[in-house]
């Protein structure tokens, strides 16, 4: 009966129905873009067709969106961008000669001239070029090769690429992938879809969500039983958590790695988003030649960045790459002919991506502007990070680790009895219940804890820092009020 | 012998835990000596025995051996290797830009004015372009492409794309609603074979697919281990589809599989036919009867040349057969920017409609989509112009339609002097190019040719296009790529390069066929 076309007519099932459908599609979660902001959305549309709401606008504090939050777009990366796709402007006065010489390096190298031609599968040769170069300079010189690098229509087409290449197995044998709790939702959808096995592993909240390796030892050991570990996922720095792991931490991965004979995946796209004294960003490549050929030479590692986050957040453009290291070099012919499927990455997206990894130079024109521009982002990002953490805990029942990097806070809630019970009541997990009253009181739209995984009794929500700032100071003031008058309707 | 915990294969060996390396005693296996790492120190964890098995079985022609060597040559070319010509031509793949087709103007203006606002300044640009610019841009977040968007897509995008599928299917109304903006048709065309693959052995999802077929769909269906299931279009009838053939594909397909899905190229790839609209209704009628969701890949729709040949888009085919078919048959039609008369394949923009899908599955396939965050902007941007272009009361409208006419023109003529050139050749025959980009001719090889290839262990048309490359630089890609009847060999050749360097090229394979014909007789 559910399955029947509206009209009956012939009263027949449809082909495509919940039962017919890929069962592993319908495992997929995907909370950043769950309920919750299907909700937020719908009540957007209520505002605008003047309902009356305690409240004048949704405030999406849901997604790492920073360009929708109202963060502008770097000058010189939309110039070069403009020059790419109409080059009559190379006749313009109006744009620097760096911008120029950039557009016609990168239309030079597209076909026929032209942004419109596809590229090679693994994206433009002389982009891969620069972002080797630019891997090799952030790394302090250790060596990249462009043919170890494959640009993606943003990191998460890359990771799941990866995760696909390491899925086989059946049973016990099936391929197991570490992640992290909590952990980015893209990582359990993908594993829900290939039907591969998550293996979870805690994160320390209570020591400022570090990894501790012998959490990883257990995780890996419990797994052994019913599957075949072969990966582990970091992100680093971390999301929803924010931790920026220490070099030290990082090393420990490695050596974790090497012994349990996992390939690690790399998620680094928050890689200059580090806001703490006394926090670095440490790229897993860099850490692991550090250590020495008796790693540097076994490890197999798969690292991610993006065009979306750090200083620039052009997520629309859906740039990104991947850099591979000691893959066997038969398995790096299958994932070229994988993505030759596909064809090729976005060519806007991946003339970005050249932009981000050879951005002015000092010499250049538009580097005063640049550096600005950059600057500031990361600066503002930095405060804000300091402030929601300084106000959400001044909020009784409201804990909130440092965010130490990233885009996010993930701060443990006290949620009474009472409320718990009623999410029950409800079959909401308790802090979709909390964050869906949020939501309907205040037009704040966050994440509950839920979406990213938290130990078992523990609620948490994870809230962006990107609304303006004045914006954001307004936000974490109604949480704080609301948190009081929630707590008080369960007392 | 003992399990090895690496690769889980019995074997001579002894795994003694060194630290990190796994050291090796007595007879080493010869699958673990393939995967060790190169210092010798143990088998990688990532590796042929390991990998996905499903992506192993995946095959795509059209970026496969044949352009891997032609790269090559063209590297070698450029260091200053000798050769019988001056540069590869890339007529394996249906990019209109790389062969010289510039961009529309006006679309061009649009994305340029949306990446970069303060153009909206320049006196320069049209006053239609920067209302297209701005509109697009309001639908933004933040009011930049650099902004995520709804993940099927802008919605004022999918409206509009829901206006032009009207507009083009003579008011047939079409719910934005069920219009999802895709990274290429090729994303969402997985997307939906992702969500019909289910069911295991006997009950495992097939899916229809023509021979000759582009080689996405063998592909996907590859990787997801869904069941291929093959049609043979009408070589002699111009590649029509007969019925008669789809009926005999999916009784003997029932024997093995569960026939879930009829998938149909119109106009066709790599054929370039045009079905009739007799074709499209009797196609829609079986998929009705035999229970099959229709899956019809239209990118090439405003690519139609011959004369008494016309787009019929199957939306509106369903819809004019009236609700005992158009209130039941499952539909998604796929669209995109890469072909037609626009060729912007690096924008990477694209959509589907659906039509009665389950509306439990499109909650589905809304989540699905999610995860992928959306579509690139740029894209959508671009799809955008090209539902909602230039009309005639706009100042942009004169350059617009003289760009996308002559586009097709060219198109068009090329497309005849193909056949034409093609068909004076002995050995070669080539049917008419309907529509599409490309041409699949069908050649005679003589028998020692064909020994030769088996000889390398090559399919005889790779064998002869290897050799095509090897001596003129021209790339084409082998039929075998493709799908085809046993004992015929074909190649697929774009259309697409400059009408000059066409002729060149027609000629040079003229002359080649009639040495290879020579050589091995």
């Known amino acids: 009966k559910p399955n029947m076309t509206e009209n009956g007519f012939g009263h027949r099932e449809r ?26 959305m719908q009540i957007e ?10 409240f004048t606008e949704v405030i999406k504090a849901n997604i790492g969106d920073a360009h929708a939050m109202g963060q502008k777009p770097i000058t010189f990366f939309r110039q070069v961008i403009a020059l790419c796709v109409y080059p009559d402007l190379l006749e313009d006065d109006k744009f620097p000669e760096d ?148 070099r030290q931490c990082i090393e420990d991965v490695i050596r974790f790695a090497a012994e349990e004979h996992l390939f690690l995946m790399a ?94 130079q000092p010499d250049e024109p538009s580097y005063a502007t640049f550096i600005k521009e950059r600057t500031a982002n990361l600066h503002i990002l930095s405060e804000k990070a300091k402030m929601t953490e300084q106000v959400l805990n001044t909020v009784p029942g409201i804990h909130c680790n440092p965010v130490q990097g990233a885009m996010y806070t993930f701060p443990r809630l006290t949620l009474p009895e009472k409320a718990i019970n009623a999410a029950k009541e409800k079959e909401q997990a308790p802090d979709m219940f909390y964050c869906m009253k949020l939501l309907e009181e205040t037009g704040i739209c966050l994440v509950p804890g839920s979406g ?11 809230m962006t820092i990107l609304p303006g700032t004045e914006k954001l100071k307004i936000v974490l003031e109604k949480i704080g009020e609301f948190h009081k008058l929630f707590t008080e309707e369960f007392s």
Request: hydrophobic letters at 35%.
């Open 15 to 40: 082909v495509l129905n919940v039962d017919t459908i890929n069962p592993n599609v319908k495992r997929v979660e995907y909370a950043v873009r769950g309920p919750i902001v299907q909700r937020a």
């Open 452 to 462: 990213f995984g938290q130990r078992d009794g523990t609620y948490h929500f994870r």
């Open 267 to 360: 998620d680094e796209v928050y890689q200059d988003n580090v806001y703490t004294e006394g926090c670095q960003f440490h790229s897993f490549k860099k850490v692991l030649f550090e250590m020495g050929s008796e790693y540097s030479s076994v490890v197999e590692l798969a690292s991610f960045h993006s065009t979306s986050k750090c200083y620039m957040g052009e997520c629309g453009f859906r740039g990104g790459y991947m850099e591979v290291i000691n893959m066997d070099p038969e398995v790096k012919l299958q994932l070229t002919k994988l993505v030759s499927v596909r064809l090729c990455p976005s060519i806007p997206g991946q003339a970005m991506l050249d932009l981000v990894v050879n951005p002015p």
């Open 45 to 54: 549309k209520e505002l605008k067709e003047g309902v009356k709401k305690p």
């Open 99 to 246: 911008a120029k010489n950039r557009a016609r390096r990168i239309l030079q190298a597209c076909g026929g001239g032209s942004l419109g031609a596809y590229s090679a599968s693994p994206g433009i040769e002389v982009i891969r070029q620069d972002v080797a170069k630019y891997i090799e300079k952030r790394d302090g010189g250790i060596p990249s090769n462009p043919d170890n690098i494959y640009l993606s229509t943003g990191a998460s087409d890359a990771i799941v690429t990866m995760l696909k290449l390491l899925t086989s197995g059946e049973g016990k044998t099936r391929t197991g992938v570490m992640i992290s709790i909590p952990q980015y939702p893209l990582y359990s959808a993908a594993l829900a879809e290939l039907a591969a096995v998550q293996v979870s592993y805690y994160l320390d909240e209570d020591k400022c969500w570090s990894l501790d390796v012998n959490e990883l030892r257990r995780a890996v050991k419990a797994a052994r039983e019913h599957c075949n570990p072969r990966a582990l996922c970091i992100i680093n720095p971390g999301n929803p958590t924010g931790q920026v792991q220490s």
